[in-house]
């Protein structure tokens, strides 16, 4: 097969270097097979290893782990702004 091939279980397939970065193995990863953000989730599956993009989180689900406000909020008067002359 051709280093752009088709793999029939998971789809197009592409051959890459693997190259020393400090201590560690690393890949480029190929502009067609990019996906958003800066981070991803790597695991192993038996001998293969599976990179993907890390979610992106709704608003909700970052508020949602803030403490909540207190209570004891100050009453906001609602007094008409100083008259300014112009």
Known sequence: ??????????????HVKVF?????KA????R???FPGEEAIM???GDR???EPVPTKSLLAVLAK???????FS????VPPDAVEL
């Open 20 to 24: 020393k970065n400090g201590r560690n």
């Open 75 to 78: 009453p906001i008067l609602n």
């Open 1 to 14: 097969m051709s280093s752009r091939g088709i793999c029939a279980k998971t789809g197009p397939e592409r």
């Open 49 to 51: 290893l599976v990179i």
């Open 66 to 72: 803030f403490a909540p406000l207190p209570e004891d």
């Open 27 to 30: 890949v480029r990863i190929p």
């Open 32 to 34: 067609e097979f990019e």
């Open 43 to 45: 695991r192993k599956e």
